[in-house]
Nanobody, 119 residues
Framework: QVRLVESGGGLVQAGGSLRLSCAAS????????MGWFRQAPGKEREFVAA????????YYADSVKGRFAISRDNAENTLDLQMNGLKPEDTAVYYC????????????WGQGTQVTVSS
């Protein structure tokens, strides 16, 4: 059974930092692009960041560029998101995602972890 399990969410003051982690099990994702999405209350799920299978290429939403950093460890089958300079508008449930190989379609989702940024 394939599982993506996020951790590291919590409550932080504006300007603070959090590091999210995603542990994958059930199969290796070393050949797949992976990413993070988020969904705020009353809003649609939106793209945050993604990383190529090798880790050599990263992609970011304009809203987080320069503040967030995505990384992966294929040996450990993990994905991280370092979030710095957090703003209240970053408050959302954050989801780990694994893309179908060679496509922009997400095949697997984690259950999500809550990030709350207070002003």
């Amino acid at each position: 059974q394939v599982r993506l399990v996020e951790s590291g969410g919590g409550l932080v003051q504006a300007g603070g930092s959090l590091r999210l982690s995603c542990a994958a099990s059930g199969r290796t994702f070393s050949d797949s692009k992976m990413g993070w999405f988020r969904q705020a209350p009353g809003k649609e799920r939106e793209f945050v960041a993604a990383i190529s299978w090798s880790g050599g290429t990263t992609y970011y939403a304009d809203s987080v560029k320069g503040r967030f950093a995505i990384s992966r460890d294929n040996a450990e089958n993990t994905l991280d998101l370092q979030m710095n300079g957090l703003k209240p508008e970053d408050t959302a449930v954050y989801y780990c995602a694994a893309y179908s190989k060679g496509t922009t379609k997400v095949d697997y989702w984690g259950q999500g972890t809550q990030v709350t940024v207070s002003s």
